[in-house]
């Protein structure tokens, strides 16, 4: 069974960071996610590829939010085949609205 530090005998004291701050990422583990990413060098193919496989859709929507913030920029994408995506319209939506430009 898990413990909080108080129940355990320790204290509390030292932590500064909210829920919230700990639930979202840092700059630099952003800026190293969007690095490692970039460096696989994603094509058309791959990111429709991804998008259409449930196991692999948030990667895909990964590369395509990085790429509309501009944390990656190496990669136009001028042409996405979604014709064998099938997973669902709000998915789909999603995937949509995260496209660059």
């Given at each position: 069974?898990?413990r ?7 204290s ?5 960071q ?12 952003l ?7 970039a ?8 990111i429709?590829?991804?998008a259409?496989d449930?196991e692999?859709?948030?990667v895909?929507w990964l ?13 136009p994408?001028?042409?996405l085949?979604?014709?064998?995506y ?11 609205a995260?496209?660059p430009?």
């Amino acid at each position: 069974m898990l413990r909080s530090p108080e129940e355990a005998g320790g204290s509390n004291r030292g932590a500064t960071q909210t829920q919230s701050e700990v639930a979202r990422p840092n700059e630099l583990t952003l800026t190293a996610l969007a690095s490692v990413l970039a460096h696989t060098s994603p094509t058309e193919e791959l990111i429709s590829l991804l998008a259409s496989d449930k196991e692999s859709y948030g990667v895909a929507w990964l590369l395509l939010h990085f790429m509309k913030s501009k944390r990656i920029t190496q990669f136009p994408l001028l042409n996405l085949d979604l014709s064998e995506y099938s997973l669902g319209p709000r998915k789909l939506r999603l995937f949509l609205a995260s496209l660059p430009g």
